[in-house]
């Protein structure tokens, strides 16, 4: 189910999406076709040169504990161990699985939301 906002009349609607029953099968042999790698680490390439800005998010961190992956995880600041008391940051545990492509120097931008420019 989803919802869906109609214009002019601002009012919520609900509505339900129901996948064909091929399409239902589709997906259901693509899962089954990827369950296997599951457990396998996936890298992020950096220095392609057909895909000069990558985005590595905290979703892509490895780590043996949770990790922050909705925007609500973000903006409270979750890391993976609460803080003992007040003073205590939150830390997390974790890193990037990259492979660097083309050897050089790069340049990276930290940030809380996702960069939304050209």
Do not use: C
Not at 20 to 31: F, G, I, M, N, T
Not at 76 to 93: F, I, M, T
């Amino acid at each position: 189910m989803t919802w869906a906002r109609t214009l002019p009349a601002q009012r919520w609607v609900l509505t339900r999406i129901r996948p064909s029953r091929q399409d239902a099968r589709l997906h259901e042999a693509w899962w089954e076709e990827l369950e296997p790698t599951f457990s396998q680490t996936t890298e992020i390439v950096l220095g392609n040169p057909d895909h000069p800005r990558v985005s590595l998010t905290s979703h892509d961190w490895i780590g043996d504990s949770g990790t922050p992956w909705n925007h609500r995880h973000i903006r409270d600041g979750y890391g993976s161990e609460p803080p003992k008391n007040r003073a205590q940051s939150r830390k997390h545990r974790s890193f990037w699985a990259v492979k660097v492509e083309t050897p050089g120097t790069y340049e990276f931008e930290l940030r809380r939301h996702f960069y939304r420019g050209g």
